[in-house]
């Protein structure tokens, strides 16, 4: 005779080989899988540039990659490069080159990934922001759990930075970003006439020049 513990158990391991199989998991050691496709696996349509520049998370779920492909996610009508990130566990794909509201409308670079896969810097020429008139590159942090797009090459005061600005790198936590930017206007004293390093704190919504001697 079966014991109701032993049904019990029974039950207990049937309900976790179902749910092992129907959860996806993130790649076993050794595999290679392609993370420059749509949701769903479809490949990546032909496109000058292809997928590159990729950016993984510090548990290997989350990629962020930038590509001129369409078909990666529906309404990609721009025709330009964009950024997207890759959700290995979920199977996902979504844009963050992205305003609050619209595509853009010019082309997006090189992304950086927090850690924990939840922010993504990048710099664009695309006005992403409201008050964006300076006609050149920028660089651009997307919040993906919020949806929020918020531009970083800018002064402590939010001005926005008058020659160019990319290349980012964000810190693990997302808070910090760091960029190089032509512009002279992000500090003050900046009359060298040469690129700089300049990082941005988002919680305080201050800039600094860090490429200076320790004085």
Known sequence: MISKVSISRIFSIIFIIIFTLATPALAAPGDTIRVSVATGGAQATASLNGSHHPSISADGRYVAFMSQASNLVSGDTNG??????????TDTTTRVSVGTSSQANNSSFDPSISADGRYVAFYSWANLVGGDTNGTLDVFVRDTQDGITTRVSVDSNGVEANRASYYPSIS????????????????????????????????????SCISVDSK
């Open 80 to 89: 330009v490069e964009d950024v997207f990130i890759r959700d290995i566990l």
């Open 172 to 207: 693990a936590d997302g808070r910090y970003v760091i960029f190089e930017s032509f512009a002279t206007n992000l500090v003050r004293g900046d009359t060298n006439g040469e690129i700089d390093v300049f990082m941005h704190d988002t919680q305080t919504n201050t800039t």
